[in-house]
């Protein structure tokens, strides 16, 4: 079964404001790249090449103008409107007849994720016979929605922003589904909040057997940067690795020429487009160490 990809680019930025009050966060630079293009990046990486993006009225157009139908990387980028933010899981619901019968990955505008086993991560989890989320354990999962495990590891339960803590392992926003999602996410129930929440459709997955989740090692790096000081460290991180190593995170142009989206010709074209300097270079060398 084939895999589309969603992107939920929604909200309204509050937490970032006013660096927001003009522009959607998810074109906002994390070091020297758009925010958006490191969710775009994992999806590649997953090997999705069919992707929705979903935004606000007012953002869409900005996206748009940002990333472009995906043609030049080999993708097939489509857009759809979120009114008013109302969950995540209402993300499912908007982008049901683009997801049709196929299997979909859903991951959020404002995450950031990178370790050398990432892209076995993925390959794997678009593998399985059943919807998969990601735990990942963090010291101060406070706000954040949780799964509680047994002693053997398996999942007991999700819990949306505890008021106490009962678990480290928190759910990131990258989630695997098989098509059944989109029918429990039609029967959910607004929360206190509003909202259709991931937690309750993840649960019922759970409670029917549908669900599995994986939790991520020591070697992976999840970020949210939906604050300025997360947005700040994701930066800082992004920038310490490139310079320490010589190579991009999340390079799109890099990720569509390693699978084979493009060729040579069509990389060289890009590099010759790019009116900066620096990442016109790096698409060089990348031709100069696979050279026709």
Known sequence: MTSKGIILAGGQGTRLW???????????PVYDKPMIHYPLATLMLADIRDILVISSPEAVPQIRALLGDGSEIGLRIDYAVQDRPAGIAQALLIGAEFVGDDRVCLVLGDNVFYGNDLSQLLSDAAARSVSTVFGYYLEDPAGLGVCVFDNEGRPQRL???PPTRVSNWVVPGLYFYEPEAIGIARDLKPSPRGELEITDL??????????????MG??????????AENLLEASEFVRVVEKRIGLQI??????????????QDQLAALAARSPNPTHRA???????ADPA
Do not use: F
Not at 18 to 28: A, E, R, S
Not at 205 to 211: A, T
Not at 282 to 288: C, V
């Open 282 to 288: 790096y698409l060089e060398r990348l031709l100069q």
């Open 202 to 215: 993840n649960m019922a997955l759970l409670e029917s057997g549908k669900l599995d989740v994986v939790r």
């Open 159 to 161: 819990v949306e922003k």
């Open 18 to 28: 006013p660096m927001t009050k003009v522009v959607n966060k998810h074109v906002l």
């Open 218 to 227: 020591r070697g992976m790096l999840w970020l949210d940067c939906g604050t």
């Open 250 to 263: 999340c390079c799109l142009e890099e990720i569509a020429y390693m699978k084979k989206l493009i060729t």
